[in-house]
């Protein structure tokens, strides 16, 4: 990793563009899915974040996208998280795990699966919000996109995560 960040650097250095992507040394989402571990990274870019959050009325709207790589923006493998808040307190979650490189089925989700989250942590700083926790269960595979999630063909999921949202600003 450490290699493939240098590497990175100098790229961008060599191409006489400025460091776009910062990514930490560890992962913000870490765990299986199925019998695979994995680690998933938010990435950053100036004021924008695959790690945001939106207030709408009492309720808060956080949205995550975690990438196998810590630099590159590839959709092949990520997890995706939305979590809704109301008071403080969970009311509403769902994930998916891309399989290609699309948003596109066929794609793992909770829909149609059995997911549980657990949130051990969240604290509101200005335009950032700090949530941890854990998501467990079971993710559906949906085929197309004109066919149900089948929980049959579905994998096991289990998700530590520890990620810092920022508001979303228009």
Do not use: C
């Not at 493939?4 to 060599?14: D, E, F, P």
């Not at 699309?102 to 969240?122: C, K, R």
């Amino acid at each position: 990793m450490l290699k493939q960040n240098i590497m990175w650097l100098v790229a961008s250095i060599m191409a006489g563009s400025s460091l776009l992507v910062s990514a930490d040394e560890t992962a913000d989402m870490v765990g299986t899915l199925g019998d695979k571990e994995y680690a998933w990274f938010v990435l950053r870019q100036g004021d924008d974040s695959n790690a945001s959050f939106m207030e709408v009325g009492d309720q808060v709207h956080i949205e995550v996208t975690g990438f196998t790589d810590p630099v590159e923006w590839d959709a092949q493998e990520a997890l995706m998280m939305r979590l809704t808040l109301e008071q403080g307190e969970l009311v509403e979650a769902s994930v998916l795990q891309l399989i290609g490189e699309t948003a596109m089925p066929p794609l793992y989700t909770s829909e149609g699966g059995d997911i549980s989250v657990v949130l051990s942590y969240i604290e509101r700083e200005g335009r950032l919000l700090h949530v941890a926790g854990q998501v467990e269960g079971q993710l559906a595979l949906q085929h197309t996109l004109d066919s149900p999630p089948v929980a049959d063909e579905g994998v096991a999921l289990s998700v530590r995560f520890d990620i810092t949202a920022q508001k979303v600003a228009f």
